[in-house]
C-alpha cells in the first residue's frame, strides 16, 4: 500500500513552459484535491475532485487545470509557466469530505525561471 | 469566510519543555479541526482531529480540545523531544459547507534542541 504517490518530486521549467504533475492513490479514496505551498502562506486549495469525471475549483484555480478519469488518477498541468507559480505542490486523497483525514503526497517542488 | 489563526513561529524550545501552540478559527458553519504535522523534506500527516464541541484529540502525546465558546483548539505537549521539530499546522473542514477543503493556517515552525 503506497498511499499517495507524487512525480516528479523536483522540476524546473522555464517560463511559458507546459508540464503536468502526477498524482496517484491506491486507497480507493474519492476524493483527492492539489494545494500549493508558500512560504508564510500555509496550504492553499488550487482545485479537487469528489470522484471521477467530477472536478471543481479551489481558492487559486488559476494557470492550472485538472481532470479525473479514473478513482486512482488526479494529474495537475501547467498550461503556461509562469515565476508566481514556483511552489511546493501537494496532493491530498480522502475517503471523504468534511471531517475526513486527509492523506498527502510527499510533494513536488516547483521552480519556475 | 472561513479562516485559521495559529501562533506565529518559530518556536525553540529545549528537549522535555511544555509546548502550547495557540490556533483559533472562525468557521461559516460547524467545523472539524484538524493538527497537521510536517516533518523536514516530508508531505503533511495528520497529528489529530476533533469533530464536535468538547471532544479531545490526541496522538503521541498531543492533545488539543475543541473549544466552541472559545473557537480555538490550542495544540499542547507536556514534554517535547528533539524528534518533535517539524512545522505544525491547525486546519479546519466544515461540515456541510458549499466547499469542500482544508482551510490552514500559516504553520508553526517547532525546534526542539537537546
Known amino acids: 500500500n503506497a498511499g499517495v504517490t507524487q512525480t516528479p518530486k523536483f522540476q524546473v521549467l522555464k517560463t511559458g513552459q507546459s508540464m503536468t504533475l502526477q498524482c496517484a492513490q491506491d486507497m480507493n479514496h474519492e476524493y483527492m484535491s492539489w494545494y500549493r505551498q508558500d512560504p508564510g502562506m500555509g496550504l492553499r486549495l488550487i482545485h479537487y475532485s469528489v470522484g471521477a469525471g467530477i472536478t471543481d475549483q479551489g481558492e487559486v484555480p488559476n494557470g492550472y487545470n485538472v481532470s479525473r478519469s479514473t478513482t486512482e488518477d488526479f494529474p495537475l498541468r501547467l498550461l503556461s509557466a509562469a515565476p508566481s507559480q514556483t511552489s511546493v505542490y501537494f496532493c491530498?486523497?480522502?475517503?471523504?469530505?468534511?471531517?475526513?483525514?486527509?492523506?498527502f503526497g510527499p510533494g513536488t517542488r516547483l521552480l519556475v525561471l | 469566510g472561513d479562516s485559521v489563526t495559529q501562533m506565529e513561529g518559530p518556536v525553540t524550545l529545549s528537549e522535555e519543555a511544555f509546548l502550547t501552540i495557540n490556533c483559533t478559527y472562525t468557521?461559516?458553519?460547524?467545523?472539524?479541526l484538524f493538527w497537521y504535522v510536517q516533518y523536514p523534506g516530508e508531505g503533511l500527516q495528520l497529528l489529530l482531529k476533533?469533530?464536535?464541541?468538547?471532544d479531545k484529540g490526541s496522538n503521541k502525546g498531543f492533545e488539543a480540545t475543541y473549544r466552541k465558546e472559545t473557537t480555538s483548539f490550542h495544540l499542547e505537549k507536556g514534554s517535547v523531544q528533539v524528534s518533535d521539530s517539524a512545522v505544525y499546522f491547525c486546519a479546519l473542514s466544515v461540515v456541510g459547507g458549499s466547499n469542500y477543503k482544508l482551510t490552514f493556517g500559516k504553520g508553526t515552525l517547532l525546534t526542539v534542541n537537546p
Open positions: 468557521a461559516t458553519g460547524y467545523p472539524s
Open positions: 491530498a486523497s480522502s475517503s471523504g469530505p468534511a471531517g475526513e483525514t486527509q492523506y
Open positions: 476533533a469533530t464536535k464541541a468538547d
